[in-house]
């Protein structure tokens, strides 16, 4: 019992810490942000799952192939 409500309360802690390397924060008042759109030209979108509501609970990388990713 204890566990489960550690785990419950870490969770959000544990989950901000895992993606504040993938989502950096927003530029501050004053300043715009900077995105390189040679980066977004190399992206090609395609749905590889089916059609669902919700939320996502997981995201992932591929080891080898720094332009693939799950969600």
Known sequence: MFAQRL????APLLTALVLAPIFPAPPAAGQEAVLDSALLAGYRWRN??????????????VVGRPDEAYF
């Open 7 to 10: 785990v419950l309360r870490l």
């Open 48 to 61: 590889l799952g089916p059609d669902r509501g919700g939320r996502s609970i997981a995201v992932s990388g």
